[in-house]
């Protein structure tokens, strides 16, 4: 069982930038994929970013793509989401997720049936 924590949500400007943590409990950590999804209010829960388990391999959403980033430190089992240039249709619920098939190539899960595990979510809010 893996159990993932976010954190670094919050309120900020238009224009501004957050950096989110995903701390990860595990020693399988290393050998996840790992994603960042978010939901807005009455809208699905929607795909932001993915990495491959050795950070070799990133995939973005067409709506972050340029903006955000994605990366990880297996050392610390954290998987990160910096995000720039923000705007208020950011504005969501922020969710890290682990997918916990081995992939050996560059292959990014995308779907959200794909992740086995969630963490409790953070909430960034972004004012105009």
């Known amino acids: 069982q893996v159990q993932l924590v976010e954190s670094g949500g919050g309120l900020v400007q238009a224009g501004g930038s957050l950096r989110l943590s995903c701390a990860a409990s595990?020693?399988?950590?290393?050998?996840?994929?790992m994603g960042w999804f978010r939901q807005a209010p009455g809208k699905e829960r929607e795909f932001v970013a993915a990495i491959t388990w050795s950070g070799g391999s990133t995939y973005y959403a067409d709506s972050v793509k340029g903006r955000f980033t994605i990366s990880r430190d297996n050392a610390k089992n954290t998987v990160y989401l910096r995000m720039n240039s923000l705007k208020p249709e950011d504005t969501a619920v922020y969710y890290c997720?682990?997918?916990?098939?081995?992939?050996?190539?560059?292959?990014?899960?995308?779907?959200?049936?794909?992740?086995?595990?969630w963490g409790q979510g953070t909430q960034v809010t972004v004012s105009s």
């Open positions: 997720a682990a997918d916990k098939v081995y992939y050996t190539g560059s292959y990014l899960p995308r779907d959200k049936y794909e992740y086995d595990y």
């Open positions: 595990g020693r399988a950590f290393s050998s996840y994929a």
